[in-house]
């Protein structure tokens, strides 16, 4: 009597968790509420400011400062070129999808092992 009932009880435990599961993700999906956030983006901007007196500065730099300069600044108009094609938070909400995925696949296959094994015990009997 004792294997029928824990069979039962495990049966809907296993259950539970794939429709709680399969809810959840419903509910992330439709938006109706956000993704955990596991991975989280920093958006840190540096600003620079213009120097007051460029001309003169550029006097003094050596070449090798300049071609410095002449770098950072292209990385730095490719880094705002592709902020506007792709917006930073997409990358980490794409992960934090990703992440929910994997957790909601190892919780269906888990509730399917929990419900065997309750199916089993019913079985027994």
Do not use: C, H, R, Y
Not at 65 to 81: D, F, N, S, T, W
């Amino acid at each position: 009597m004792i294997k029928k009932i824990i069979g039962w009880a495990l049966l809907f435990l296993g259950v539970a968790i794939i429709v709680w599961s399969l809810w959840s993700s419903v509910n992330i999906f439709t938006g109706k509420k956000l993704a955990p956030e596991i991975f989280k983006s920093s958006q840190q901007e540096t600003q620079s400011e213009a120097p007051k007196d460029a001309s003169s500065q550029k006097k003094s730099l050596s070449q090798e400062q300049l071609q410095q300069q002449a770098q950072q600044e292209m990385q730095k108009g490719i880094v705002e070129g592709l902020g506007k094609m792709l917006p930073i938070d997409a990358l980490t909400k794409f992960f934090n999808l990703g992440a929910w995925l994997i957790l909601v696949w190892i919780l269906i296959m888990g509730g399917g092992k929990i419900s065997g094994i309750g199916i089993q015990l019913l079985k027994t009997n």
